[in-house]
């Protein structure tokens, strides 16, 4: 079986991610690849800091590796929180302080529309490739349902009336933004 790891600790993620790849590829984690330290994510743009992510776990290890980068763009605010998703509230990844801020800063807002868009950069053999998904959607008005995690609970995917937070992990797979990249990547990775 291919192995290849991915630059996460977000225990969310890789249950996410190794349930599309349907066991075809073993997922080695940051921790299993020897990798403690808090990879830095200070470029502008998601490609960027997904591509940056990739070459440092490549760079350490030398094995073949992907890392990806979500953001969510909400129109009426300009794109934000865009690449900043993480931290939009503190400089931690306090998920309920980023929805707080974000339903407050959406207060009054008439155009809710909005997309999560991931890139996931793969680096084989030293060669790199990125692969993006895109869901569209709207802010909701207040939080619903439990599963998931950051904004999840506050995003509704065009076409369904439930938030992220309310569909099954398989229904949120799906549609979802890291499940399209994780498509286009698992395609590439068993062609
Ligand atoms: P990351 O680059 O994948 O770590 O994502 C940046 C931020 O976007 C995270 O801290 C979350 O707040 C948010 N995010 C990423 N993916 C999702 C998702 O599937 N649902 C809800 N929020 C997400």
Not at 113 to 120: E, L
């Amino acid at each position: 079986m291919k192995k290849i790891i991915f630059a996460t600790n977000n225990a969310h993620k890789l249950e996410e991610v190794n349930a599309i790849l349907g066991g075809e590829i073993e997922l080695i984690t940051l921790k299993e690849a020897g990798i403690v330290e808090d990879i830095p994510e200070e470029e502008p743009t998601i490609e960027g800091n997904a591509l940056a992510k990739a070459r440092y776990v490549w760079q350490k290890t030398g094995r073949d590796c992907f890392a990806d980068d979500t953001g969510l763009e909400v129109d009426a605010l300009g794109g934000a929180p865009g690449v900043h998703s993480a931290r939009y509230a503190t400089d931690g990844h306090d998920f309920a302080a980023n929805r707080t801020k974000l339903l407050r800063e959406m207060e009054g807002k008439t155009d809710r529309t909005a997309r999560f868009r991931t890139v996931i950069a793969l680096i084989e053999g030293g060669k790199e490739r990125c692969f993006e998904g895109i869901v569209e959607g709207v802010i909701t008005t207040e939080e619903r349902g439990e599963g998931g995690f950051g904004y999840d609970p506050m995003f509704q995917p065009e076409g369904y009336t439930q938030t992220f937070s309310e569909l099954s992990p398989e229904e949120k797979n799906a549609i979802s933004h890291r499940g399209r990249a994780v498509k286009k990547l698992a395609e590439w990775l068993n062609q």
